[in-house]
């Protein structure tokens, strides 16, 4: 208990004298201090003068030049001068630009571009009014070179006009060079014609603007003659035909033609047509040279035909004072059938070995006595009838008064070749 009071008094005793230390310490002093000689304040006078400004002196222009690195420039390059001011500390350095042939080179949304092919004049006008001038070329370049013709085909004499097609056709360099590898073969001349000179082969070069084309001249045997050539003579409305062309001589290599076609059929290609209505038809072919060859045919309606062959079977009943066939359905359809059947063998037997009068049972035609005329190699109604009307044996079946029907049948053979075919009945 001792120890702890003694403690104790010892730190109050340590409180005290640190109160007394800080109770005791420096003080400061806040009197005024004595004003100073060279104290502004203090010193009376004059207030001091504001800033004078002073506007420097201005510098002129003396030269201003324009440069573009090259006089000439494609259409469509923009152009981007280099403008030289001097003195460099001249104070106003801005400037105009102007093109004395704004269709050549003009100011387009803030870039001078050249338009179009031409000549004009950059100006460039200082602030002060010096000017400086460079002159422009606008060039169109080629940019493509083709010809009508890779490759020709002349017999000697003959002539061909090359037509260079340059791309743009406004380029400013249209100078044409024709040149041929071999003019003892054929010659070219400053517009594009080439003459055939004799047989044999060359090549004519043609340059534009750096551009470059060839074209082959071969020069052959002339063809001096064309035949037209059909399978057959004689078509049937709706039929479609072919035809070959034949030249003269066969060793002449240009054998390209152009066909026409007058008449009742139609071309579809270039050697095939189609028979449209019956009439005659005329092809005409015509070799580049100029030679001419044709074919001529006949389009028929088989239906008109066998209408025609009855009305003159019936004329010539009637100068024998006897009555007029009539038609009868199954008896047309028993002298088609024959008349197909006599493009296989033609006779009064049937293919099969039968007799003619067969074909009226098969078309279910009811009859006690018939007849059979049939004929070929006729080509209208009226020289069959004729033709039969001169035979005794079928001149006996027309005028025959036991028979009241007639069937009439036309066929075609594959070579154009027409079978006609007459049944008589009761």
């Known amino acids: 208990m001792k120890c702890h009071v003694c403690k104790l008094n010892i730190i109050m005793l340590l409180l005290i004298l640190l109160l007394s230390i800080i109770a005791c310490g420096p003080q400061v002093d806040t009197a005024p201090l004595p004003p100073q000689e060279d104290d ?3 010193t009376p006078g004059p207030a001091p003068s504001p800033p004078v400004y002073t506007e420097p002196e201005r510098v002129e222009v003396e030269s201003i030049s324009i440069w573009l690195g090259r006089g000439e420039v494609a259409r469509g390059t923009i152009l981007n001068p280099t403008i030289l001011v001097q003195p460099y500390n001249a104070t106003d350095k801005s400037y105009t630009l102007s093109s004395s042939n704004e269709r050549v080179v003009r100011n387009a949304r803030g870039n001078w571009t050249a338009v179009r092919a031409g000549t004009t004049d950059l100006t460039v006008t200082s602030s002060n009014g010096l000017k400086s001038t460079v002159t422009v070329t606008v ?3 080629v940019e493509s070179l083709s010809l009508n013709a890779p490759e020709i085909i002349l017999s000697p004499g003959d002539s061909y006009i090359l037509t260079p097609v340059i791309v743009p056709n406004d380029a400013t360099d249209q100078q044409i060079y024709y040149k041929s590898d071999n003019e003892s073969v054929a010659v070219v001349s ?11 082969k060359a090549t004519i070069t043609v340059t534009v603007d750096g551009f470059t084309e060839t074209c082959d001249v071969i020069v052959t045997t002339p063809v001096t003659a064309i035949k037209v050539v059909s399978d057959k003579r004689t078509y049937i409305i709706g039929e479609q035909g072919s035809f070959t062309v034949q030249f003269t001589p066969p060793e002449a290599l240009d054998k390209s033609f152009i066909a026409e076609i007058n008449g009742s059929a139609t071309l579809t290609g270039e050697n095939t047509f189609t028979c449209d209505f019956a009439g ?9 040279n100029g030679t001419k060859g044709d074919l001529t045919f006949a389009v028929i309606d088989l239906a008109a035909f066998a209408d025609e062959v009855f009305r003159l079977t019936n004329v010539e009943r009637e100068r024998q004072e006897l009555p007029p066939f009539s038609k009868m359905q199954t008896l047309t359809n028993a002298a088609e059938l024959r008349a197909r059947e006599t493009i296989e063998r033609f006779s009064h037997t049937r293919p099969d070995g039968t007799e003619c009068f067969t074909a009226l049972d098969e078309c279910n035609v009811t009859y006690r006595t018939a007849g059979e005329n049939i004929a070929a190699g006729q080509t209208t109604p009226a020289e069959v009838v ?9 001149r006996a079946n027309i005028v025959n008064s036991n028979f009241g029907h007639l ?3 036309i066929a075609m053979d594959g070579n154009g070749r027409l079978y006609w075919a007459q049944f008589f009945t009761d």
């Open 190 to 200: 400053n517009d594009g014609t080439v003459t055939a000179i004799t047989i044999g």
């Open 386 to 394: 004729r033709g039969w009307m001169d035979s005794p044996g079928h």
């Open 139 to 141: 060039v169109v370049p």
């Open 280 to 288: 005659q038809v005329t092809i005409t072919v015509t070799a580049t």
């Open 40 to 42: 502004p304040v203090s």
């Open 407 to 409: 069937g009439i049948g």
